[in-house]
C-alpha cells in the first residue's frame, strides 16, 4: 500500500493528458539541447518518468524527444544520474520504432550495460540480443588490466543468455566458464583501496584491512557474497555478480542444454559415483572447463551455507544470509540434476540445514527451495519428501499468510513444481484451505497465479468443499483480519486497516459459541464435511466495507469459472446432481460484501446451464429439488439470472428427448410451480424495499411454459389464456410503473409469437421439442433437409399474427 503523498503524485502522473504531455516533452527538449545539464535537467526526467510509468498504457513522446533522450545517454562526459534516467524513459518507452542506438561505439562499460538494457528491452528485432551478447563477449575477452570493467556487463550477459540461449558459440561458452572459474574462486581476501582522502590523510591510514566473516570474523578461506568489508575490489565485484548469473548459467552451459536432467542415477551407480568423489575433487583444476565451473560452484554454495551459521551483526547481512541460501540451495538443485555425483555430496548438509531451519519463522523462504530439493531427489536419496511437504503445507500457510512476498513465492512454488508432486498431489489438494488464506489475504497480486493452480487442486473428492470454500473466501479474508487483530503479539505495523473498528466482530471472533465455525473457517487442510456459515455472515457483516475483503469478493467470480471449467473435466453423474444442489443452495447464503452476490449469481447462472448441457438428465432426477427451489424463492430480483437460468433448463431439458423417465405428471408438476411464480412475479408491485422483476424473467417463464404446454397438450388452453393476460397486461397503461416501455414491449411480443405458435401444436412441439438428430445437425452438408422451409413457414406464420388472431 503507497502512502497519501505517493498516492497523490501517482494520480496525477496518470491524469496528465496527451496535450500537457506533449508541451511538457517540448519543456525537456530545450532542457537537453542545453550545455548545463543541470538540476532542472534531472527533476524533470524524474517527473517525465513517473508519467509514462505511472499507467499500464503506453504513452507517446515526440520523436525529438526521444531522439534527444538517446544522445544525452550517448555523450561520454555526461553525468551519471542523467544517463540512469534516459535510460529507464528509453525502457519505459519500448518497444519503440524510433530507437536507434548504437552498440558498437559505446566504449564506457557503465555506459554499455545501459545502452544494452535498453536494447534487450526492445525485443529481438534485427538480432539485436545476438549483437549486443557478442559485443559483451568482445569486452570479456580483453585481458587487459586497464580496459573497461567487467561487472557492469555480466548481467546483460545473463539477460541475453536467457532471451536468446543459441547465441554463444562453443569456444565463447569455454571461455566464459573459465573466466567464471577464476571470479569465484579466486577473488582477494583484502579490501579494496579508499579513495584518495585529504591532505592531511597519512598513508598508514588509507592501507586496505582483510575481509571479514558477516559475525565480524576475520575471513580465512575464500571470498564470497556473504564477505563484508568497507570497499571492494574489481575482482570482489564480479564474483558478486558471477554468483548472481551462476545459476542460468549453469543452466544454458548443461550437458544437454537448458534445464537437461541427468536421469540415469538408479541404484547401480551409487557405488561409482561414492568413490569418484574425492577424486573429483583432489582433480579439480584437471577438469574441462565445464566440469571445472560446477565444482567451484559446488565448493561456493557450500561455503555459503557455512556461512549461513554464524550469527550477523547487522540486520542487513542477516537477510541477505537467507536470500543467498535460497540461491545456493537452487544451484545445488540444478548441479545435482546435472550431474548425480553432486547429490550424495549435499544430502548430509542439506538436510542439517531443513533440520536447524524447519522451525525458525525467519527462514521460512529457504524451506521452498530446500522442499523442491528433496522433491527432485527424495526417491533416491531416500528422504521423506512426505513430511518435508506435510510441514511446509500446514504450518507456513497459516503463520505467514500476511507476507506478500511469501505468499507468492509459496505459490509459484505450488505452481512451478506440480510435475514434481506426482507422488503427493493428495497432500497438495488437501492443503486448499491453507493455500486460500494466501490468496484470501493477497488477492488481487495472487488472482492470475491460482487461475493457473486452482485446476491441479480440484479434485472430485474435495470439490463440494473447495467450491464452498470459494464462495466463502471474503468471509475467509475477514476472518483473517480479525485473527490478527485477536494475536497477542501484533506486528510493529498492524496489517489490518487501522481506520476499520470493529468490536462487535472481535467479541464473536473470542465467543467460545462461534469458536467452532470460526475454527472450521480457518482450517489447515479439507475435513471432508460441510458446515454452513450463514451464522458468520452476519456477524462479520461490519466488514464487508474493508477494503480487503472487497478485493478479495472482486476476485472469486473469476475462480469461480476456472474452478467450474476444471472440475467438469473430472466430474461424474452424481457428483454434477451435487454441484448443480450446491449453486441452488448457496444462492441464499452469501457473504454481505457490496456487489459479491450480483457477481456470482452471473456465474453460478452461467454454470448451471453448463451442468445441465452437461448431463441434460440432471433436470429429471433433481425434479423435487428444483421445484423446491422454484417454490421457495426470497429475493427474486436479486437473483434473476439464476432464477432465469434454472426456468430455462426446466424448458429446455425436461423432456423425454433428454431423459425417458420424465412423465407428463412431472411436467404438470413443473407447470403449475411455474406458473405460480409467473403469477407472483406480475401480480407484485415494486416498492422501495421490493424492486421490480427483470422483463427477461417474465419472458423465459412464459417460454418455459409454452415448452411444456407443447409436452403435455392438455395444457395447451390454460397456457393460451395465460399469454393472452399477459399480452393485455403488458399493453395496461397501468403497467408501466412495473416496467419500462422497452421491458413492456419485449414481453407482449414474447406473449404474441407465443401464441401463434400454440395455434398449430404440431409445430409448436417441432420448433421447442427438436429431435435428437437436430440436437447434432448436419443441415450445412445436407441439400435436401425441410428444416429451411419449415423455419421459413414458421417465421411467416409469427409475422402474420395480426391476419391469425382474432380482435
Given at each position: 500500500m503507497f502512502s497519501a503523498g505517493a498516492e497523490?503524485?501517482?494520480?496525477?502522473?496518470?491524469?496528465?493528458?496527451?496535450?500537457?504531455?506533449?508541451?511538457?516533452?517540448?519543456?525537456?527538449?530545450?532542457?537537453?539541447?542545453?550545455?548545463?545539464?543541470?538540476?532542472?535537467?534531472?527533476?524533470?526526467?524524474?517527473?517525465?518518468?513517473?508519467?509514462?510509468?505511472?499507467?499500464?498504457?503506453?504513452?507517446?513522446?515526440?520523436?525529438?524527444?526521444?531522439?534527444?533522450?538517446?544522445?544525452?545517454l550517448s555523450l561520454p562526459a555526461c553525468p551519471e544520474q542523467l544517463q540512469v534516467l534516459c535510460t529507464a524513459i528509453l525502457r519505459e518507452m519500448s518497444p519503440c520504432d524510433s530507437l536507434s542506438l548504437a552498440w558498437d561505439h559505446t566504449q564506457n562499460s557503465r555506459q554499455l550495460s545501459l545502452v544494452a538494457s535498453v536494447l534487450l528491452a526492445q525485443g529481438d528485432r534485427n538480432e539485436e540480443v545476438r549483437a549486443?551478447?557478442?559485443?559483451?563477449?568482445?569486452?570479456?575477452?580483453?585481458?587487459?588490466?586497464?580496459?573497461?570493467?567487467?561487472?557492469?556487463?555480466?548481467?546483460?550477459?545473463?539477460?541475453?543468455?536467457?532471451?536468446?540461449?543459441?547465441?554463444?558459440?562453443?569456444?565463447?561458452?569455454?571461455?566464459?566458464?573459465?573466466r567464471l572459474v577464476d571470479w569465484l574462486?579466486?577473488?582477494?581476501?583484502?579490501?579494496?583501496?579508499?579513495?584518495?582522502?585529504?591532505?592531511?590523510?597519512?598513508?598508514?591510514?588509507?592501507?586496505?584491512?582483510?575481509?571479514?566473516?558477516?559475525?565480524?570474523?576475520?575471513?580465512?578461506?575464500?571470498?564470497?557474497?556473504?564477505?563484508?568489508?568497507?570497499?571492494?575490489?574489481?575482482?570482489?565485484?564480479?564474483?558478486?555478480?558471477g554468483f548472481s548469473m551462476l545459476?542460468?548459467?549453469?543452466?544454458?552451459?548443461?550437458?544437454?542444454?537448458?534445464?537437461?536432467?541427468?536421469?540415469?542415477?538408479?541404484?547401480?551407480?551409487?557405488?561409482?559415483m561414492l568413490s569418484v568423489i574425492s577424486a573429483t575433487s583432489s582433480a579439480g583444476r584437471l577438469l574441462p572447463p565445464r566440469e571445472r565451473l560446477r565444482e567451484v560452484a559446488f565448493e561456493y554454495c557450500q561455503r555459503l551455507i557455512e556461512q549461513s551459521n554464524r550469527r550477523a551483526l547487522r540486520k542487513g547481512d542477516s537477510d541477505l544470509q537467507k536470500a543467498c541460501l535460497v540461491e545456493a540451495v537452487l544451484v545445488l538443485d540444478v548441479l545435482c540434476r546435472q550431474d548425480p555425483s553432486f547429490l550424495y555430496r549435499s544430502l548430509s548438509c542439506l538436510k542439517a540445514l531443513h533440520g536447524r531451519l524447519q522451525g525458525d519463522p525467519a527462514s521460512v523462504r529457504v524451506l521452498l527451495p530446500l522442499a523442491r530439493f528433496f522433491l527432485s531427489h527424495g526417491e533416491v536419496a531416500a528422504v521423506d519428501s512426505e513430511a518435508v511437504c506435510r510441514h511446509l503445507f500446514t504450518r507456513i500457510p497459516?503463520?505467514?499468510?500476511?507476507?506478500?512476498?511469501l505468499a507468492f513465492e509459496f505459490i509459484q512454488f505450488c505452481r512451478d513444481n506440480l510435475h514434481l508432486f506426482a507422488g503427493h498431489l493428495s497432500t497438495l489438494r488437501l492443503s486448499f484451505p491453507n493455500l486460500f488464506k494466501f490468496l484470501a489475504w493477497n488477492s488481487p497480486p495472487l488472482t492470475s497465479e491460482f487461475v493457473e493452480l486452482l485446476p491441479a487442486l480440484a479434485d472430485a473428492g474435495t470439490a463440494l468443499e473447495m467450491l464452498h470454500a470459494l464462495l466463502d473466501l471474503p468471509c475467509l479474508t475477514a476472518a483473517?483480519?480479525?485473527?490478527?487483530?485477536?494475536?497477542?503479539?501484533?506486528?510493529?505495523?498492524?496489517?489490518?486497516?487501522?481506520?476499520?473498528?470493529?468490536?462487535?466482530?472481535?467479541?464473536?471472533?473470542?465467543?467460545?459459541k462461534f469458536q467452532g465455525l470460526f475454527q472450521y473457517l480457518l482450517r489447515p487442510k479439507a475435513s471432508g464435511t460441510i458446515e454452513r456459515l450463514a451464522p458468520l455472515h452476519q456477524l462479520l457483516q461490519p466488514m464487508a466495507s474493508c477494503a480487503r475483503v472487497a478485493q478479495c469478493a472482486e476476485a472469486v467470480p473469476t475462480l469461480l469459472q476456472v474452478f467450474f471449467s476444471a472440475v467438469t473435466q473430472v466430474a461424474d453423474g452424481a457428483l454434477t446432481n451435487q454441484l448443480a444442489?450446491?449453486?441452488?443452495?448457496?444462492?441464499?447464503?452469501?457473504?454481505?460484501?457490496?456487489?459479491y452476490a450480483a457477481c456470482v449469481y452471473r456465474v453460478l447462472s452461467s454454470q448451471f446451464l453448463a451442468l445441465c448441457k452437461l448431463k441434460p438428465s440432471l433436470v429429471v432426477e433433481l425434479a423435487r429439488d428444483l421445484l423446491e427451489f422454484l417454490g421457495s424463492v426470497n429475493g427474486l430480483c436479486s437473483r434473476a439470472s439464476l432464477v432465469t437460468s434454472v426456468v430455462w433448463a426446466i424448458g429446455e431439458y425436461l423432456s423425454v428427448t433428454y431423459d425417458r423417465r420424465c412423465t407428463v405428471e412431472q411436467i404438470n408438476?413443473?407447470?403449475?410451480?411455474?406458473?405460480?411464480?409467473?403469477?407472483?412475479?406480475?401480480?407484485?408491485?415494486p416498492s422501495a424495499t421490493l424492486p421490480s422483476c427483470p422483463p427477461q424473467v417474465v419472458t423465459v417463464l412464459m417460454t418455459t411454459l409454452t415448452k411444456l404446454a407443447s409436452r403435455s397438450q392438455d395444457l395447451i388452453p390454460r397456457t393460451s389464456l395465460l399469454l393472452s393476460k399477459m399480452r393485455n397486461l403488458a399493453q395496461s397503461p397501468d403497467s408501466s410503473s412495473t416496467h419500462s416501455e422497452e421491458g413492456m414491449e419485449a414481453i407482449r411480443t414474447r406473449a404474441t409469437e407465443l401464441l401463434t405458435l400454440l395455434k398449430m401444436p404440431s409445430v409448436a412441439q417441432f420448433v421447442f421439442t427438436p429431435s435428437v438428430e437436430m440436437c447434432s445437425p448436419r443441415y450445412h452438408r445436407d441439400a435436401n433437409t425441410a428444416l429451411p422451409l419449415a423455419l421459413r413457414t414458421v417465421s411467416r406464420l409469427v409475422e402474420r399474427e395480426a391476419g391469425l388472431l382474432p380482435g
Open positions: 497523490s503524485l501517482l494520480h496525477q502522473a496518470r491524469e496528465i493528458q496527451e496535450e500537457e504531455l506533449k508541451k511538457f516533452c517540448s519543456r525537456i527538449s530545450k532542457l537537453l539541447q542545453t550545455e548545463d545539464l543541470g538540476p532542472d535537467t534531472v527533476d524533470s526526467l524524474q517527473r517525465l518518468f513517473l508519467i509514462i510509468s505511472a499507467t499500464k498504457y503506453h504513452r507517446r513522446l515526440e520523436k525529438m524527444c526521444i531522439d534527444l533522450l538517446q544522445a544525452t549486443v551478447g557478442q559485443g559483451v563477449l568482445r569486452a570479456l575477452e580483453s585481458r587487459q588490466p586497464e580496459g573497461p570493467s567487467f561487472r557492469h556487463l555480466l548481467p546483460v550477459m545473463a539477460k541475453v543468455v536467457v532471451l536468446s540461449p543459441g547465441t554463444l558459440q562453443e569456444d565463447q561458452t569455454t571461455l566464459l566458464s573459465k574462486r579466486y577473488a582477494s581476501l583484502q579490501q579494496g583501496f579508499p579513495h584518495s582522502g585529504s591532505f592531511f590523510s597519512t598513508p598508514r591510514a588509507r592501507q586496505p584491512g582483510p575481509i571479514t566473516e558477516v559475525d565480524g570474523a576475520v575471513a580465512t578461506d575464500f571470498f564470497t557474497v556473504l564477505s563484508t568489508g568497507h570497499r571492494f575490489t574489481e575482482d570482489q565485484w564480479l564474483n558478486v555478480q545459476r542460468a548459467w549453469l543452466l544454458h552451459s548443461g550437458p544437454e542444454g537448458p534445464g537437461a536432467l541427468d536421469t540415469d542415477d538408479g541404484s547401480e551407480q551409487e557405488g561409482s497459516s503463520e505467514q499468510f500476511h507476507s506478500p512476498m483473517l483480519d480479525l485473527q490478527l487483530r485477536s494475536s497477542p503479539a501484533p506486528s510493529e505495523r498492524p496489517l489490518w486497516d487501522t481506520s476499520l473498528r470493529v468490536p462487535s466482530c472481535l467479541e464473536a471472533f473470542r465467543d467460545p444442489l450446491l449453486l441452488l443452495g448457496r444462492s441464499d447464503s452469501l457473504y454481505p460484501a457490496p456487489g408438476k413443473f407447470f403449475e410451480a411455474l406458473e405460480a411464480l409467473l403469477f407472483e412475479v406480475t401480480q407484485c408491485r
